[in-house]
């Protein structure tokens, strides 16, 4: 009986650090962080058009990590947005960040493929871009 009673309590200790530690394993997205607030709040700092390939994932207890593309103005002030997006996802408990700016000319100009056909890699449905050439290797005789 007394082994039983030692086994259960030991299975009730040990099940919270075993959850704890497949989550680590696994770095599944963290449960209390809700994305699209985050992307709300970033996407309300002036200069940012867009927020893309946002990643959020445990790698340690206690620690959440994220990577984001952001869409930002060419002329803003880099430096500046990327301070306050650490401070945004600083507040919901993001403490390790890795932010990709991708800079853009203006807000219109997301989304649209270029003049010359080459296709941005916003490019909706890439319905607008044209179709890639094949190009194929002739073939010549040798006069040598």
Do not use: Y
């Not at 650090?17 to 699209?36: E, G, R, W, Y």
């Not at 800079?103 to 909706?124: A, N």
């Amino acid at each position: 009986m007394a082994a039983i009673i030692s086994s259960l309590i030991l299975v009730a200790t040990a099940w919270p650090v075993m959850v704890s530690c497949n989550k680590i394993f696994l770095q599944s997205s963290p449960t209390h962080l809700d994305v699209a607030d985050v992307k709300e709040a970033i996407l309300a700092i002036d200069g940012v058009h867009g927020v893309h390939e946002e990643h959020f994932w445990q790698l340690v207890d206690g620690l959440v990590i994220g990577t984001i593309h952001l869409l930002v103005s060419k002329n803003c002030n880099w430096s500046e947005i990327n301070a306050t997006v650490k401070d945004i996802l600083h507040h919901h408990g993001v403490h390790s960040t890795t932010l990709q700016p991708e800079f853009v000319d203006t807000p219109e100009s997301i989304g649209l493929c270029e003049e010359l056909g080459s296709c941005v890699p916003q490019c909706r449905g890439e319905k607008c871009c044209k179709p890639r050439r094949r190009f194929t290797v002739s073939q010549t005789s040798d006069s040598v």
